[in-house]
């Protein structure tokens, strides 16, 4: 069964102390890798798509890499406002042409402290 | 361009009713995507729609039901609702134009208690 693991589930940083989410999965064929931004009470927000092994994101102080096994989100100096649960989720393989079912992680709760 | 948008927010409801969930797509989107949050199982997939078909399922017993419009609006509803379906249920849309993944962009989500 796929799956997708990501660690730490809580992290508590400081402003301007920079960090890393991992993201594990076991996945037949992986066809590609998201990650989404969520505050309390929202909706997530989509951040990023990889899709092959080596590829890396930047948005803002946000960086996302993808290796055969794992994804890492880099918090480069974040600050208070990054604050929020982090996921990632892989596309399970298709039933037929065009169908997509996400996978999510349990998401790691971030923290930044002013 | 406006963003997915969910209806109701919040719903308060007894073990037993029924109720039905709103969901309107980003304009142009015609994959619609269902979701249940909770704190123990995390996000789990309901099922999605593509021009008014459903093209793939979840786990979830058959209490659970959806659909999509020809506008590509979409409805779920969950029959005898029980304890455990409180949870925030989310709707995703995407253009789902190729073979490739694509981006599923995440509405507010209905906040659903029952009690």
């Known amino acids: 069964e796929d799956q997708v693991t990501q660690s730490p589930e809580a992290l508590r940083l400081q402003e301007g102390e920079s960090s890393s989410l991992n993201c594990s999965y076991t996945?037949?064929?992986?066809?590609?890798l998201f990650w989404y931004r969520q505050d309390p009470g929202k909706g997530p927000e989509f951040l990023f798509t990889l899709y092959s092994a080596g590829e890396e994101k930047e948005k803002e102080r946000l960086k996302a890499t993808l290796t055969k096994k794992e994804s890492f989100l880099h918090i480069t100096a974040p600050k208070p406002e990054d604050s929020a649960t982090y996921l990632c989720?892989?596309?399970?393989?298709?039933?037929?042409?065009?169908?997509?079912?996400?996978?999510f992680g349990q998401g790691t709760r971030l923290t930044i402290n002013p | 361009k406006a963003g997915v948008t969910q209806t109701p927010r919040y719903l308060i409801k007894t073990r037993g009713q029924q109720v039905t969930l709103s969901c309107s797509p980003i304009s142009g989107h015609r994959s619609v995507s269902w979701y249940q949050q909770t704190p123990g199982q995390g996000l789990q997939f309901l099922f999605e729609?593509?021009?008014?078909?459903?093209?793939n399922k979840g786990n979830f017993p058959g209490r659970f039901s959806g659909r999509q419009f020809s506008n590509s609006r979409s409805e779920m509803n969950v029959s005898t609702l029980e304890l455990g379906d409180s949870a925030l249920y989310l709707c995703a849309s995407s253009l789902a134009q190729s073979g490739a993944p694509y981006e599923q962009y995440f509405g507010p989500g209905t906040r659903l208690t029952v009690t």
């Open positions: 729609y593509f021009s008014e078909t459903q093209r």
């Open positions: 996945v037949s064929g992986l066809r590609g």
């Open positions: 989720a892989v596309p399970t393989p298709r039933r037929f042409q065009g169908a997509q079912k996400l996978v």
